[in-house]
């Protein structure tokens, strides 16, 4: 009999994939995790019944979490992903030259499955030299760390479960106090078109603690409703500015190939649609 794993993450609607095969599915400490095959996306991991990636769309996430803070920074050394246990955030940062990057996931599970049935992911960036993998809560992390951060990623689930706590005023100052002087966040902000609260929220949240807060979009066709949001907070409040041409320099020197981020949409990110700059303006809950 046809399995559908459906995902109802908005109120009225949801789709739905095809579970050609269930390669694992548990329950684990923290969240309902399952894996399975679909002949059009490839591999496919829900976590709680939400969608967190698949093989075919996540370079898109990927790489514009990932590339777009550091190429603004233009002279990140020191990366901190929160979260992002399967992998892929860590593989696009550790492209980069002369990265040192600390990864936090809270769900030792979400690793080991992810490297058993998403390797290309990851592609052995847990195993990477530069690589300082730690086993814990997020929260936490920020809280009592005595380093400093060029970048901060928060690669995080939606605002429920376990992931909740991400998307709070505490943790955002928290990850500022981090920051180095010109450093910068970026965090998983949702689907605006659906989740209109998260930018409302994300907005008066954050923006006390930084000289410049703001988002940036991608499209990945996954993540249903068109544009996702990503969060974006600096001490430098220029960062987001920076020239297409000074990033193509950077880019063309670190010498690797990228199947969405170009300099070009990197620029062109920022230009955020009425409909989710008005959302800035709103209420927080």
């Not at 993540?223 to 990503?230: D, E, N, P, Q, R």
């Not at 600096?234 to 170009?262: C, L, M, Q, W």
Request: aromatic residues 12%; proline residues 4%; charged residues 25%.
């Amino acid at each position: 009999m046809t399995r559908w794993v459906s995902e109802s993450l908005y109120e009225g609607c949801h789709q739905s994939f095809r579970a050609d095969k269930i390669l694992y599915e548990e329950k684990t400490e923290h969240q309902e995790l399952i894996i399975f095959e679909n002949d059009y996306m490839g591999r496919m991991m829900t976590l709680d019944g939400i969608v967190q990636t698949t093989d075919r769309d996540e370079f898109m996430y990927h790489e514009m979490i990932s590339h777009v803070p550091i190429f603004a920074h233009g002279d990140a050394k020191n990366v901190l992903i929160i979260g992002g246990g399967d992998g892929g955030v860590l593989r696009e940062v550790l492209r980069h030259k002369n990265i040192q990057c600390t990864i936090v996931e809270i769900d030792a599970s979400v690793i080991d499955m992810s490297k058993e049935f998403f390797p290309n992911h990851s592609k052995g960036a847990f195993e990477h030299p530069n690589c300082n993998l730690v086993i814990g809560d997020g929260l936490k992390f920020v809280k009592e760390t005595k380093d400093r951060f060029d970048v901060i990623i928060v690669d995080s689930t939606d605002p429920i479960g376990p992931g909740q706590v991400l998307f709070t005023a505490d943790f955002y100052q928290d990850c500022s106090n981090i920051l180095s002087d010109k450093g910068i966040l970026v965090t998983q902000n949702g689907v605006p078109f659906y989740q209109a609260d998260e930018v409302t929220n994300t907005y008066i949240r954050m923006s006390p603690y930084f000289d410049y807060m703001s988002f940036y979009v991608v499209a990945v066709p996954t993540y249903v409703g068109g544009f996702m949001t990503l969060a974006w907070a600096s001490h430098n409040p220029d960062a987001h500015k920076r020239d297409v041409i000074d990033i193509r320099k950077d880019y063309e020197a670190e010498g690797f190939k990228t199947k969405y981020y170009t300099p070009e949409i990197h620029v062109a990110s920022f230009a955020l649609p009425p409909y989710i700059t008005e959302l800035m303006q709103g209420r927080d809950e």
